[in-house]
């Protein structure tokens, strides 16, 4: 079709048709226009309306098009809940088949979450999207490339593998990023269980930071208790798995620095989760060479992240000491600040738990403050009081060891402690008194005598009126006691002019020479007791015979719970009476009721005359 012509020579060759250019004489080209007929003139102006009317009405269908993939997307947008789970589904289940290839997917997931108006919906998209990230993330972190390494030319897998792990990083950021924005709204405890199980599985992983920022502080929270409870459960499983240290670092950075900036105002179950930390590396290291210190430095950062990757430790125990100092430090403050805090017991646990990890200058300075704390009337109730002892004695177990220090005050407010009611029903409690008696067994040189005797008479006492749980594991003290300081078998084998114990008992000091003098009454009363296994070991520490293994070397904690009824059993469970008894022996008597009212008559008097129920005899 020849060029149209501009307005004006259209208006002066309407009615002549346009040939081709012709070429003059002088070389340039001439435009040549012939009248047109006006048969010719009528079909070239139909054939233009034509033209005219066919492009209007491909207009109008392509309108008509929209319109129907309006009408399609008004559908999607109305279709119901359960669409839009397969939907998500669908998209999950194709990311996982072919990760590199569909990894772009992710933003199509994504867009549920911050798109789709139904919140059932969004909370769906958002935990799925945490599922595959924990399918796709790897255990080691991606190191992006420089731009050295991007203008090299490379093959198409390193290429492909690239692009993968851009993407990833690009959608696990978005996603951590929704997870704390949702942190602020209704759906806390969703947000807090996919940050929870991001932090499981990516604790080496890139952005492991800001997934520790936002846990942290929901430590602290008291309401909702659900995503405190579910956040300290999230930090407690790092504690037991870290193996690098570097997570584990950084969040008791963190925790020891609320605590500090909140002046002590935390939940306990905050610093309960310390108590999970794995420092066997803390301790023990051994010093490297010049020649080994040299090779450390000379590792590039590319060669430390190839052996993390392949499973090697880098300055382990160097980040165990880091975490070691700050709880520490912290145990320290609230000793110091806050000794009558909710968070003195659980400080005592974890001193205990670590003592014998802590250098001399810091363990001095403890021993002091706990100390004064113990010896001070009214300070501490009896379970702070147990744990303070137990702390002391296992501050003087590991590096303690090295120091002269006189613990007679300790022992004797552990034997003060031992005849506490609240003791004697508390199961953990008891275990800890019990653990503290482990650790004077093992200090043989420096025990004393009478004071040792005091213990076990204390002991004694206390198992009669214990539950049967309670006065196995005592029985089990008792025992380890005497074998740790054979000169109080004197309370085996009285003689004449022997005191009894219930004077050595009311006797106020425990290091009395009167003590020595004394009898273990209590051992013919627990011999009957109703439990046999109370009873065999009653007879057993009576006749100085050695305890069973499963006894001997279990622990007061293990044996209550052998021994427990928690489950309404009787353990251990007793054996059925043999099926040729003869019912003659259990018959009533052929006295009949006389005989039962006489005998009930004799008891009455014996009892208003003060017969003794249990008559020990010496032979």
Not at 219 to 242: H, I, M, S, V, Y
Request: aromatic share 4%; hydrophobic share 45%; charged share 25%.
């Amino acid at each position: 079709k020849p060029r149209a012509a501009n307005l004006e020579e259209a208006h002066a060759l309407k009615g002549h048709r346009t040939l081709l250019p012709v070429k003059g004489d002088d070389g340039a080209w001439q435009r040549q226009h012939v009248k047109e007929s006006k048969k010719k003139r009528k079909q070239r102006e139909g054939l233009d309306q034509a033209e005219a009317s066919r492009a209007k009405r491909n207009k109008r269908r392509v309108s008509e098009n929209e319109l129907h993939a309006l009408a399609q997307q008004a559908e999607a947008s109305v279709a119901s809940v359960d669409e839009k789970r397969a939907a998500i589904a669908r998209l999950a289940d194709l990311i996982l088949q072919a990760p590199q290839r569909h990894v772009s997917i992710l933003k199509q997931l994504h867009d549920y979450t911050r798109k789709d108006p139904t919140a059932s919906v969004r909370r769906l998209a958002l935990l799925s999207e945490v599922a595959v990230l924990r399918d796709l993330m790897p255990s080691y972190r991606i190191r992006p490339p420089t731009d050295k390494e991007l203008a090299m030319q490379v093959s198409s897998e390193v290429e492909g593998l690239r692009k993968f792990e851009k993407q990833l990083l690009s959608s696990y950021h978005d996603t951590i990023a929704m997870l704390c924005k949702w942190l602020r709204g209704a759906d806390c405890l969703i947000a807090v269980r996919g940050l929870s199980a991001l932090l499981d599985k990516g604790r080496d992983f890139n952005y492991r930071e800001q997934l520790i920022s936002a846990l942290v502080p929901v430590t602290n929270w008291k309401e909702p208790a659900a995503a405190r409870d579910t956040a300290c459960a999230a930090l407690e499983e790092l504690f037991r798995t870290d193996s690098v240290g570097e997570a584990t670092l950084l969040a008791v950075q963190q925790m020891s620095s609320l605590l500090r900036t909140s002046s002590f105002n935390v939940q306990p179950q905050m610093l309960r989760c310390w108590l999970q930390l794995k420092l066997e590396h803390a301790v023990g290291r051994t010093e490297l060479t010049k020649r080994s210190k040299k090779k450390r430095k000379a590792l590039d950062p590319l060669a430390k992240e190839l052996a993390l990757a392949e499973g090697e430790r880098v300055g382990t125990a160097k980040k165990q000491e880091a975490v070691l100092e700050h709880v520490f430090v912290t145990y320290a403050r609230v000793v110091k600040k806050n000794p009558s805090g909710l968070l003195l017991p659980i400080v005592l646990q974890g001193i205990a738990k670590f003592a014998h990890q802590v250098n001399l200058e810091l363990l001095l300075d403890l021993f002091a403050n706990l100390r004064w704390m113990l010896c001070e009337e009214g300070t501490l109730p009896t379970h702070s009081a147990v744990q303070c002892v137990h702390a002391l004695l296992r501050l003087l177990s590991g590096h303690g060891q090295a120091l002269a220090v006189d613990t007679k005050d300790v022992q004797t407010r552990l034997y003060s402690l031992l005849h506490e009611p609240a003791l004697l029903a508390d199961p953990q409690l008891l275990g800890t008194a019990l653990d503290c008696l482990e650790h004077l067994c093992k200090q043989r040189s420096t025990l004393l005598a009478p004071r040792v005797a005091s213990f076990v008479l204390r002991l004694l006492s206390a198992a009669l009126a214990a539950p049967h749980a309670h006065a196995a594991a005592m029985l089990c003290a008792a025992s380890r006691l005497m074998a740790a300081c054979p000169r109080i078998e004197s309370l085996l084998h009285p003689s004449e002019g022997a005191t009894t114990s219930a004077i050595a008992l009311a006797c106020a000091d425990s290091d009395s020479p009167m003590v020595m003098q004394a009898t273990a009454w209590q051992l013919a009363a627990l011999q009957r007791h109703y439990h046999p296994v109370v009873a065999e070991l009653a007879a057993k520490l009576a006749r100085q015979e050695q305890l069973p293994v499963r006894f001997s070397k279990s622990t007061p904690l293990r044996m209550m719970a052998a021994l427990s009824e928690a489950g309404g059993n009787f353990n251990p469970k007793p054996s059925m009476p043999s099926s040729t008894t003869s019912r003659k022996k259990s018959a009533v008597p052929t006295c009949g009721l006389e005989a039962v009212r006489e005998a009930a008559k004799e008891a009455a008097k014996e009892v208003q005359a003060g017969a003794c129920l249990v008559q020990f005899s010496p032979g």
